[in-house]
């Protein structure tokens, strides 16, 4: 392995454990080591070499010099420490900026992650589709953002999302990755299951995802009932289509057994009609799915979110649907960290 390659793809942080015996191999050590190593930075979440007592003083100095450890860092937390919704704004070492969103209920700790820094597919009521795509994060820089944040959290986190900033399907492999490290059972160990991935609607990848029979939990942007809604407001609907992505969502249902979560954004005079219940029903009716209805956080744009009143009624008419309904009233809407929200300048 060549040496000095303190970049961002080299940060400690984000390796696998073959990826850490190369190294201490590399230096003439025992493949030991890296278990070692493995279970620092994954198992206790140290920040530090010096932390590291196990390991010969040599390996440490060899690595440090030519390995970044962490290659984020927390610039700004906004929402106080009791809030139960706080969104940080974090550093990549190329001066790019994202965020991730700790969220906090009763018995739950989620964290919202990002995956890109911005994203490519511009849908109209994302706050991060208007920044364009810039760059896909590293493996190291999505881990990253889950060890800070659990250092950041007073309880063990319990759940992790993939609904910050970006298209997690359009950064495939790093987010695959990513979620095999969350899921580790000698490292960080969260059940896969517990481990959300939400698509704008990749279809090529959905496929993908389920011929791999992937565990994650896989949960779909829909926000829309017709072919024509979903352009006016998706992009991305023009290259895979609303019976492409049905289509998609069956092939993945029979391959993994694993229901899937249609998300529906409500946007106002947009997509919150009878009708739409009516064709919304027909359209998922019989997929072993469930639909989880977000209310529009406003973001300055053309969209409203619809009165209370329109949510309970759009809600009222899914009372007697054959899949479970939820609804997402996001947390943090107040302090810009509700789903959509995120963006950076
Ligand atoms: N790119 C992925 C994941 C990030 S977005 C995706 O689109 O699925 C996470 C969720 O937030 C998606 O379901 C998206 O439809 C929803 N969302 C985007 N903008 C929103 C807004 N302004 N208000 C409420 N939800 C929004
Ligand atoms: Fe990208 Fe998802 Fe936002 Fe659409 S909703 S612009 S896919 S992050």
């Known amino acids: 392995m060549s040496l000095k390659r303190k970049n961002i793809e080299s940060s400690l942080i984000g390796m696998n454990l073959d990826d850490f015996i190369s190294i201490v191999t590399d230096f003439d050590e025992q493949k030991y080591r890296a278990e070692q190593l493995f279970n620092w930075i994954y198992k206790r979440n140290i920040q530090s070499f010096a932390e590291m007592e196990n390991l010969p003083k040599q390996l440490k100095v060899n690595i440090a010099d030519n390995y970044l450890f962490n290659p984020l860092k927390i610039l700004k937390v906004t929402g106080a420490k009791s809030a139960k919704t706080r969104k940080y704004l974090l550093e990549c070492q190329d001066g790019e900026k994202i965020e991730a969103v700790l969220m906090k209920e009763q018995k739950r700790i989620t964290i919202c992650l990002s995956s890109q820094i911005g994203c490519a597919l511009g849908c109209e009521f994302c706050a991060t589709g208007t920044m364009g795509i810039i760059r896909n994060l590293t493996v190291g820089e999505i881990v990253a953002q889950y060890l800070l944040l659990l250092k950041e959290s007073e309880k063990p986190i319990t759940n992790v999302v993939f609904m910050g900033m970006g298209e997690p399907f359009l950064n495939y492999d790093n987010v695959i990755k990513s979620a095999d490290l969350l899921n580790n059972p000698d490292g960080i160990n969260l059940g896969a299951r517990h481990i959300t991935i939400s698509t704008a609607g990749i279809v090529p990848q959905i496929h993908k995802f389920a011929e791999e029979k992937q565990r994650y939990k896989l949960a779909i942007s829909l ?92 809600l009222g008419n899914l009372l007697n649907v054959p899949f479970t309904v939820t609804t997402r009233w996001s947390k943090g809407a107040d302090i810009n960290a509700g789903c959509g929200q995120l963006v950076v300048t």
């Open 223 to 314: 926000n829309g009932s017709t072919q024509e809604q979903r352009l006016k407001t998706m992009p991305i609907a023009k290259k895979y289509p609303i019976d492409k992505l049905i289509e998609s969502v069956k092939y993945y249902n029979n391959e993994t057994r694993n229901l899937v979560t249609f998300e529906y954004v409500l946007l106002s005079d947009i997509n919150d009609s009878e009708l739409d219940v009516k064709r919304l029903t027909d359209l998922i009716s019989d997929l072993p799915c469930k639909l989880n209805v977000i209310p529009y956080n406003e973001i300055g744009g053309k969209f409203v979110r619809p009165s209370d009143d329109k949510i309970k009624e759009f």
